[in-house]
């Protein structure tokens, strides 16, 4: 079975400055496959380009066997898509934003009310459907944003960032959304900065920055592009120790790649039985108390870590 979607050096540019740079990929059939990567990486442009929202400045991409540009109208129908900014009118009930995108799509009379019902039930909401929009929380309106992008029975779907600002729960709601989808053979395209979502959900990753697919593959493959490491997190004190010991560390010679986020430090090392030691020192030399230390084996986040430094560098 062919692709259901395949892209060909795709290229887009908003004036002089490049958003996406010769991107490549393709999804199988039934296949999430995400797209991961910091913000501002030209995620949400490539999926605009991909939604025939924007028009590529170069490259090509089928969809389905519809080329999006010599074909948008026939990929559109393939196609759903669950922008990362809530598309829905408050003052409308959940039941009534489903009717108003459904005739968007076309759709109408008894084939819209029996859908919009299977969708409130999908993404549960079915209780909440005569509420007004406007009552809801962000996890309800992410949810049934979602269900906006389910309403034509699309092939394939577009989902970006579709967790952002969400709590635990909500999160997970979404994230068991994505795994029903993929029970019923539908292809999703998933974009995240969320490097455990990624690797929950998607059957390959392709890691995406500064508008480059720096890398592509299944989790073993990726990690086998970046060979042996050990990811090391840190917990101290405060924000200012992370950073200050963050800085410290990038002196150390088999440290590979070092972040720092609130109270936390995570380090790509070669090997940390023989880093720890320098650790320790570099810490003691910047005053800085470890209060905790959690060593893992190779997982995407070290990948990550690992290939996005090297494309900074690069």
């Known amino acids: 079975m062919p692709p259901i979607l395949e892209a060909h050096n ?62 948008p109208t026939a990929v559109r129908q393939i196609i759903g898509v669950v922008p990362q900014e809530i598309a829905l009118y408050d003052d409308l009930t959940a039941r009534e934003n489903l009717y108003f995108w459904g005739q968007m799509y076309g759709m109408h009379g008894r084939r819209l009310r029996q859908r919009t019902d299977e969708v409130l039930a999908q993404i549960g909401l079915a209780e909440q459907a005569i509420r007004a929009v406007k009552t809801f929380s962000g996890g309800m309106k992410r949810r049934l944003n979602v269900g906006v992008g389910l309403l034509h029975r699309p092939r394939l779907v577009f989902m970006d960032e579709p967790t952002v600002g969400l709590d635990p729960q909500s999160r997970r709601a979404i994230l068991d959304m994505v795994h029903d989808l993929h029970r019923h053979g539908i292809s999703v395209l998933y974009t995240t900065h969320y490097m455990e979502e990624a690797a929950e959900l998607a059957d390959r990753v392709g890691i995406i920055d500064h508008g480059k697919m720096i890398a592509l593959g299944t989790q073993q493959q990726l990690t086998q592009q970046v060979g042996r490491h050990d990811t090391v997190h840190l917990q101290v004190g405060e924000e200012p120790h992370a950073v200050a010991l963050a800085n410290a560390l990038r002196a150390i010679p088999d440290v590979q790649q070092v972040s720092a986020t609130g109270q936390h430090v995570v380090l790509v090392v070669r090997s940390a039985a023989e880093t720890l030691a320098s650790v320790v020192s570099k810490a003691s030399d910047v005053a800085v108390k470890i209060r905790a230390v959690d060593i893992q084996e190779p997982n995407l986040e070290a990948v990550f870590l690992h290939l996005t430094g090297r494309a900074l560098r690069d």
């Open 10 to 71: 795709l290229v887009k540019h908003y004036g002089n400055f490049a958003a996406v740079k010769g991107i490549s990929f393709h999804i199988d059939a039934g296949e999430i496959f995400s797209l991961l990567g910091p913000n501002g990486a030209g995620k949400s442009t490539t999926i605009s380009v991909l939604a025939t929202l924007l028009a590529p400045t170069g490259g090509e991409a089928m969809i389905g066997g519809h080329s999006i540009i010599e074909n």
